[in-house]
Protein backbone atom coordinates (compact mmCIF):
# COMPACT_ATOMS: atom_id res chain seq x y z
CA UNK A 1 0.00 0.00 0.00
CA UNK A 2 1.32 2.97 -0.77
CA UNK A 3 1.86 5.89 1.77
CA UNK A 4 -0.99 8.18 0.46
CA UNK A 5 -3.24 5.58 0.52
CA UNK A 6 -1.88 4.49 4.47
CA UNK A 7 -1.68 8.28 5.51
CA UNK A 8 -6.06 8.51 4.45
CA UNK A 9 -6.94 5.07 5.76
CA UNK A 10 -5.34 6.08 9.42
CA UNK A 11 -7.16 9.29 9.39
CA UNK A 12 -10.28 7.38 9.27
CA UNK A 13 -9.82 4.33 10.70
CA UNK A 14 -11.47 4.66 13.82
CA UNK A 15 -14.84 6.32 11.43
CA UNK A 16 -14.41 2.41 9.39
CA UNK A 17 -14.76 0.62 12.32
CA UNK A 18 -17.69 2.63 14.08
CA UNK A 19 -19.66 2.05 10.38
CA UNK A 20 -18.38 -1.85 10.56
CA UNK A 21 -19.72 -2.06 13.72
CA UNK A 22 -23.20 -0.58 12.33
CA UNK A 23 -22.87 -2.60 9.53
CA UNK A 24 -22.77 -5.48 12.07
CA UNK A 25 -25.75 -3.96 14.15
CA UNK A 26 -27.73 -4.21 10.96
CA UNK A 27 -27.23 -8.08 10.23
CA UNK A 28 -27.89 -8.70 13.88
CA UNK A 29 -31.30 -7.00 13.44
CA UNK A 30 -31.86 -8.49 10.40
CA UNK A 31 -31.47 -11.63 12.73
CA UNK A 32 -29.02 -13.67 11.08
CA UNK A 33 -27.38 -16.15 13.11
CA UNK A 34 -24.12 -17.10 11.00
CA UNK A 35 -23.53 -14.28 8.85
CA UNK A 36 -19.91 -12.75 9.40
CA UNK A 37 -19.04 -9.33 7.72
CA UNK A 38 -15.74 -8.66 5.75
CA UNK A 39 -13.36 -7.15 8.05
CA UNK A 40 -11.98 -3.93 7.36
CA UNK A 41 -8.28 -5.18 7.20
CA UNK A 42 -9.67 -7.39 4.12
CA UNK A 43 -10.09 -4.78 1.67
CA UNK A 44 -7.93 -3.45 -0.99
CA UNK A 45 -7.83 0.28 -0.99
CA UNK A 46 -6.72 3.07 -3.84
CA UNK A 47 -6.89 6.52 -4.09
CA UNK A 48 -9.45 8.03 -6.96
CA UNK A 49 -9.69 11.59 -7.93
CA UNK A 50 -13.16 12.76 -7.43
CA UNK A 51 -14.26 14.21 -10.96
CA UNK A 52 -16.58 16.59 -8.99
CA UNK A 53 -14.25 18.30 -7.27
CA UNK A 54 -10.85 17.09 -8.47
CA UNK A 55 -10.30 15.83 -4.91
CA UNK A 56 -9.28 12.24 -3.79
CA UNK A 57 -11.39 9.87 -2.21
CA UNK A 58 -10.19 6.85 -0.62
CA UNK A 59 -11.84 3.60 -2.35
CA UNK A 60 -11.55 0.24 -0.59
CA UNK A 61 -13.07 -3.25 -1.87
CA UNK A 62 -13.49 -6.58 -0.59
CA UNK A 63 -13.37 -9.02 -3.34
CA UNK A 64 -14.19 -12.73 -3.09
CA UNK A 65 -11.43 -15.79 -3.94
CA UNK A 66 -12.36 -15.56 -7.66
CA UNK A 67 -11.98 -11.63 -7.39
CA UNK A 68 -16.00 -10.73 -7.45
CA UNK A 69 -16.21 -7.71 -5.45
CA UNK A 70 -18.37 -8.40 -2.26
CA UNK A 71 -18.45 -4.76 -0.91
CA UNK A 72 -17.30 -1.05 -1.06
CA UNK A 73 -15.72 1.61 1.10
CA UNK A 74 -16.24 5.33 -0.38
CA UNK A 75 -14.43 7.68 2.24
CA UNK A 76 -14.32 11.53 0.21
CA UNK A 77 -12.51 14.19 0.66
CA UNK A 78 -15.14 16.22 2.65
CA UNK A 79 -15.86 13.62 5.26
CA UNK A 80 -18.75 12.20 3.56
CA UNK A 81 -18.76 8.20 3.15
CA UNK A 82 -20.74 4.88 1.39
CA UNK A 83 -20.12 1.43 3.00
CA UNK A 84 -21.66 -1.51 1.39
CA UNK A 85 -21.32 -5.38 1.20
CA UNK A 86 -23.15 -7.99 -0.14
CA UNK A 87 -24.90 -10.27 2.26
CA UNK A 88 -26.82 -12.50 -0.46
CA UNK A 89 -29.09 -14.38 1.34
CA UNK A 90 -33.02 -14.73 1.69
CA UNK A 91 -34.21 -13.05 4.83
CA UNK A 92 -34.41 -15.03 7.93
CA UNK A 93 -38.01 -14.29 9.58
CA UNK A 94 -39.37 -12.65 6.14
CA UNK A 95 -40.09 -15.50 3.69
CA UNK A 96 -40.59 -12.72 0.69
CA UNK A 97 -37.57 -10.92 0.70
CA UNK A 98 -34.44 -11.49 -0.10
CA UNK A 99 -31.45 -9.43 1.64
CA UNK A 100 -28.99 -8.47 -1.00
CA UNK A 101 -26.26 -6.38 0.83
CA UNK A 102 -25.88 -3.81 4.24
CA UNK A 103 -25.25 -0.20 3.39
CA UNK A 104 -23.94 2.67 5.80
CA UNK A 105 -23.82 6.30 4.52
CA UNK A 106 -23.23 9.98 6.31
CA UNK A 107 -20.50 12.67 7.17
CA UNK A 108 -18.25 12.77 9.91
CA UNK A 109 -19.58 10.94 12.73
CA UNK A 110 -23.09 10.69 11.71
CA UNK A 111 -23.51 7.25 11.04
CA UNK A 112 -26.94 5.97 8.86
CA UNK A 113 -27.75 2.22 7.71
CA UNK A 114 -30.14 0.15 6.41
CA UNK A 115 -30.38 -3.06 4.46
CA UNK A 116 -31.16 -3.71 0.81
CA UNK A 117 -34.11 -5.75 0.61
CA UNK A 118 -35.42 -7.27 -2.78
CA UNK A 119 -38.74 -9.19 -3.04
CA UNK A 120 -38.29 -12.71 -3.76
CA UNK A 121 -39.05 -14.39 -7.19
CA UNK A 122 -42.33 -15.82 -7.28
Not at 14 to 29: K, N, T
Not at 36 to 42: G, I, M, R
Amino acid sequence: MDEAVSQRLQAVESLAQAIMQRLGQEVEQLGFEKVTLQSLDLAQFHLDKDPANGLFSLVGQWRNPRGDVQGCLLFHADGSFFVEQDIALPHPSKKRWFVEAVNAWGKGDEIKAEPRLLPMPE
